[in-house]
């Protein structure tokens, strides 16, 4: 997926809100407005947002205002609905916000029971006629859900349109071969990569070999898709939102360096 807002790279670089939200596992309650930082993530070179779903389903009406007007725009809508046939009001109430956001894409989880794969298949299904038809659905192919083993995502894609159903691929420097399976699998299909550098520092020289070997992959791979700073160091007990931004943007100068050569 590429983003004609940055039209002199092949990339564009999002920002992701949950990467900055303290309370993004515990309480999922929003600490802060993203609209405050809108012009820091402008400043400081990202091209887009993806937004963490509770930072607009949760703010009031004025500050989602703000979010569907601002810049840089909102590009990815990061949802943690589920596909369970119970699920399908939360479905629709992030229809509705998709519809009203008007993001390229929206990142979402399948569950983890094997035996639910049908009423999984059957729920995307619906919710993809809920969705605005320039939006791409992205499967985050997590550990832990139906969807983390390269042969069951493969299988389960197939019959689904590439150019309407695509896959996010994590890229940390840490499992080179691993990564490059989702590639050598999906191809275009691979619309977006989720960089973790979580542990690994591209401004320590040690690290920014074991990087330079992932991502050297990623180009090889001929991607042409959106990079999404996830998450950075620093996240865990006690984490200060300030350096988490600061490590971020260090990700994103290195991101842009070598993606974009």
Same mark, same amino acid.
């Given at each position: 997926?590429?983003? !004609? !807002?940055?039209?002199?790279?092949?990339?564009?670089?999002?920002?992701?809100?949950?990467?900055?939200? &303290?309370?993004?596992?515990?309480?999922?309650?929003?600490?802060?407005?993203?609209?405050? #930082?809108?012009?820091?993530?402008?400043?400081?070179?990202?091209?887009?947002?993806?937004?963490?779903?509770?930072?607009?389903?949760?703010?009031?009406?004025?500050?989602?205002?703000?979010?569907?007007?601002?810049?840089? &725009?909102?590009?990815?809508?990061?949802?943690?609905?589920?596909?369970?046939?119970?699920?399908?009001? $939360?479905?629709?109430?992030?229809?509705?916000?998709? !519809? =009203?956001?008007?993001?390229?894409?929206?990142?979402?989880?399948?569950?983890?029971?094997?035996?639910?794969?049908?009423?999984? =298949?059957?729920?995307?299904?619906? #919710?993809?006629?809920?969705? &605005?038809?320039?939006?791409?659905?992205?499967?985050?192919?997590?550990?832990?859900?139906?969807?983390?083993?390269?042969?069951?995502? $493969?299988?389960?894609?197939?019959?689904?349109? &590439?150019? =309407?159903?695509?896959?996010?691929?994590?890229?940390?420097?840490?499992?080179?071969?691993?990564?490059? =399976? #989702?590639?050598?699998?999906?191809?275009?299909?691979?619309?977006?990569?989720?960089?973790?550098?979580?542990?690994?520092?591209?401004?320590?020289? $040690?690290?920014?070999?074991? *990087?330079?070997?992932?991502?050297?992959?990623?180009?090889? $791979?001929?991607?042409?898709?959106?990079?999404?700073?996830?998450?950075?160091?620093?996240?865990?007990?006690?984490?200060?939102?300030?350096?988490?931004?600061?490590?971020?943007?260090?990700? *994103?100068?290195?991101?842009?360096?070598?993606? !974009?050569?």
């Amino acid at each position: 997926m590429t983003d !004609s !807002s940055n039209g002199t790279q092949p990339h564009a670089f999002y920002m992701a809100t949950v990467c900055l939200e &303290p309370n993004r596992w515990k309480s999922k309650i929003p600490s802060f407005a993203v609209s405050d #930082w809108l012009p820091r993530f402008a400043a400081d070179g990202f091209d887009g947002l993806e937004i963490w779903e509770r930072h607009f389903i949760l703010a009031d009406a004025a500050e989602q205002e703000r979010l569907i007007q601002g810049a840089p &725009p909102i590009r990815i809508y990061n949802s943690y609905v589920g596909f369970g046939d119970g699920d399908a009001e $939360a479905r629709a109430e992030a229809a509705r916000a998709i !519809s =009203r956001l008007k993001p390229l894409g929206v990142k979402y989880n399948l569950g983890a029971k094997r035996e639910a794969l049908a009423e999984y =298949r059957a729920n995307l299904l619906d #919710w993809e006629r809920q969705l &605005p038809l320039d939006c791409i659905l992205q499967c985050e192919c997590h550990g832990g859900t139906v969807m983390e083993k390269v042969e069951d995502a $493969a299988a389960f894609f197939a019959p689904l349109d &590439p150019a =309407r159903f695509g896959i996010i691929v994590h890229v940390a420097g840490t499992d080179v071969e691993g990564c490059a =399976r #989702w590639f050598d699998t999906f191809g275009d299909r691979v619309k977006s990569l989720h960089v973790q550098m979580r542990t690994l520092d591209p401004l320590v020289a $040690a690290d920014r070999k074991q *990087l330079d070997a992932g991502f050297e992959m990623v180009r090889r $791979a001929g991607f042409r898709g959106t990079v999404t700073i996830e998450f950075s160091r620093g996240i865990g007990p006690n984490e200060q939102m300030a350096q988490i931004y600061a490590n971020a943007c260090v990700d *994103l100068k290195y991101c842009r360096e070598v993606l !974009s050569c």
